[in-house]
């Protein structure tokens, strides 16, 4: 392709565009370097039952990934660059293999840990639940994955396939977003869900905002008419945590009950 004399990027290209092109390269090099150096990290935000906010469910573990000063990358800013790129499927690994970690020393905590569709059949994610599941069956009975509707209903099949072969010997499933995306109830009634977050869009103001609370209402009569437990994702005021508890609601998770911290 010929360049310019004076510049580096393509002729007639557009120079908004390969701004946004480099700052996703150096985006990825950062993140690629960070896990490669072992800078990776968990954060953990709790959900908690409704009508006991002191009562935690379940932790989700959010991993974290730092420059050499230390200084955390966004997750916001990169992950949806690499969901659908090798280093996604590092991404789910790194994640992966620390929360197992911390299941270990943690007997009693229950962790839930995002992953995509398209790491299911990933050998290296693969290899890191082999040797989790070896550790231990009281680990697998605090394992929780969640899967984005968008890449569930993507690759429902090969979701499907790994819940009959993962459900029977004690892992459970979120399925995250609910609502949000892309839900075939064609297909919701055949995958094993027993978990399903309610999109943090529905959620937000939901207490003053009667278009989200029929959406809410709905979807939390859906999700326990499959038998799932409703949770209710982004929840940051207490006047929306009444509300969803007054609507049915199983469990809640947000800012309102707790930020994401390194520690428990």
Not at 93 to 116: D, G
Not at 209 to 222: G, R
Not at 225 to 235: I, K
């Amino acid at each position: 392709m010929e360049l310019s004399p004076q510049s580096t990027e393509p002729a007639g290209s557009d120079p908004l565009s390969f701004a946004f092109a480099r700052r996703d390269a150096d985006i990825l090099e950062l993140v690629r370097s960070a896990l490669a150096a072992g800078r990776a990290q968990l954060a953990y935000q709790p959900a908690v039952i409704a009508g006991t906010p002191k009562r935690i469910a379940f932790h989700e573990a959010l991993i974290r990934v730092s420059d050499e000063g230390g200084r955390v990358i966004p997750a916001a800013h990169f992950m949806p660059i690499i969901e659908q790129t090798d280093l996604g499927r590092q991404i789910d690994a790194a994640l992966l293999e620390l929360a197992i970690k911390m299941l270990k020393h943690q007997p009693r905590v229950r962790l839930s840990v995002n992953v995509s569709a398209r790491s299911l059949a990933d050998w290296t994610w693969r290899q890191q639940l082999e040797l989790g599941l070896a550790s231990g069956s009281s680990l697998r009975d605090r394992l929780i994955f969640e899967i984005s509707e968008t890449s569930a209903m993507q690759l429902h099949e090969v979701v499907i396939r790994f819940m009959k072969e993962m459900h029977p010997i004690g892992l459970s499933f979120a399925l995250d977003g609910f609502g949000g995306g892309q839900t075939s109830f064609r297909h919701l009634r055949d995958f094993f869900f027993d978990f399903a977050k309610i999109d943090k869009s529905f959620v937000k103001d939901v207490h003053q905002d009667p278009n989200n609370q029929v959406l809410v209402e709905a979807l939390i009569t859906v999700a326990h008419q499959f038998e799932m437990f409703a949770v209710a994702d982004g929840v940051e005021v207490a006047e929306d945590a009444r509300f969803l508890q007054a609507t049915g609601i199983d469990c809640m998770q947000g800012f309102h009950f707790g930020v994401p911290k390194p520690s428990f």
